[in-house]
């Protein structure tokens, strides 16, 4: 392992080959404060996760100030967790990858100031990751022999984009949501329905005893073709079913409307992904993100994918909605990859995918 410092911007930058060895995952972008652990050859030890539903849920969804301070009263705790559960001390660690962004900025700070010091403390590789590249490794987390190229569709609280991956790591942006994201429209929804927050799940198990064609919602109206979505006016469409109802309707009917609302948000997933498939050219789909939880998407998924002979990626339900596993063997990709990275990290909110800025200010620096 080489530590330098950059002549032109002063960073100090770790040079690979990086060795492998166990690395630490953290994780803090949102409301689930997260440590994994994975051995020297991927393989998962262990994977803790600590969620604040309870903290959020008076409040119908995610206060960022609240959220910043449950990570900071949790973080230490999660991550010695994640060590005694892998049999191992921080002594046997090789390198620690954490969430840059995007994400809320306090919660990001606690985890990216939690690992700076970590890393610094053992002088060991410190690797900032983008949490939609965690959210995309997660599909390799269960199935490391998923080929590339192939289509993968991101569907979390704030993305709905499909991407064609590549065996080199690139992703490059096939379509993505109008307006909404699948996960917002969900979130959104259940409120509408007077369900509890995370409205995801909610809506997910109240389906579960209603009939997704009792109450018929539209689905988007975009060219039949088209890897675009909008869901915008399906919330719409339920906020006018649920106001031409009556109160006893809308109780008596409430397992109904939540089979009806989800079924019009996974049909349209459904559909564009296997467009997507077809037109890239690939055989493989993977699906990764909260919403890729959703027992009727797996479902839809599972029986499309057999009936048209595509090889699907969906990962356990520990790895769709965020988590420190899926961070840790992002970063040991980079790590690997052979690219300098900097170790000066700091958060990014707004990060995009493609736009590493770890490893993009090294670039341009040296
Ligand atoms: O990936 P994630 O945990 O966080 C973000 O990066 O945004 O995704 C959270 C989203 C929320 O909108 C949540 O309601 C949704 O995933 N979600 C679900 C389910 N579980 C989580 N949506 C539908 N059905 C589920 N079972
Ligand atoms: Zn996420």
Not at 190 to 218: E, H, S, V
Not at 342 to 351: A, E, F, G, K
């Amino acid at each position: 392992m080489i530590r330098m410092t950059s002549r032109l911007t002063g960073e100090t930058i770790f040079d690979t080959p990086w060795h492998p060895r166990p690395l630490l995952g953290i994780e803090s972008s949102c409301d689930e404060t997260s440590a994994a652990v994975l051995d020297e050859r991927g393989s998962v030890l262990s994977n803790v996760i600590a969620s604040q539903d309870a903290v959020h849920r008076k409040y119908g969804g995610v206060v960022p100030e609240l959220a910043a301070r449950a990570h900071l009263g949790t973080i230490d705790r999660v991550v010695k967790s994640a060590l005694s559960q892998a049999g191992l001390t921080r002594r046997d660690l090789g390198a620690i990858a954490v969430t840059q962004g995007p994400g809320l900025a306090g919660a990001l700070l606690v985890g990216v100031n939690y690992a700076k010091a970590f890393a610094t403390a053992l002088k060991f590789p410190l690797v900032g990751v983008n949490h939609l590249d965690g959210h995309i490794a997660s599909a390799w987390l269960a199935d490391p022999e998923f080929p590339h190229p192939c289509v993968v569709l991101v569907v979390s609280g704030g993305h709905t984009h499909l991407y064609r991956r590549e065996a080199d790591g690139g992703n490059r942006l096939l379509g993505c949501t109008r307006d909404d994201a699948a996960g917002e429209a969900f979130d959104k929804g259940a409120q509408m329905l007077g369900l509890d927050y995370p409205g995801g799940p909610a809506i997910d198990r109240l389906a579960k005893q209603g009939n997704p064609r009792a109450i018929r919602f539209p689905l988007s109206r975009l060219r039949k073709s088209s890897l675009e979505f909008s869901f915008s006016g399906l919330k719409t469409a339920l906020l006018y079913k649920l106001r031409d109802m009556e109160a006893p309707a809308r109780m008596a009917q409430a397992a109904d409307l939540a089979a009806g609302y989800q079924e019009a948000i996974v049909r349209v997933l459904v559909d564009r992904a296997f467009i997507a498939v077809q037109l890239s050219g690939t055989k493989a789909l993977a699906v990764v993100g909260g919403v890729s939880a959703n027992s009727r998407l797996r479902v839809l998924l599972t029986e499309r994918a057999a009936m048209e002979g595509v090889r699907l990626a969906l990962p356990p339900m520990a790895y769709c909605t965020d988590n420190a596993a899926m961070i840790a063997l992002a970063g040991r990709q980079l790590l690997l990859s052979g690219r300098p990275i900097s170790q000066d990290i700091d958060i990014i909110p707004t990060l995009r995918l493609g736009t590493q800025a770890n490893t993009a200010l090294v670039q341009a620096g040296s």
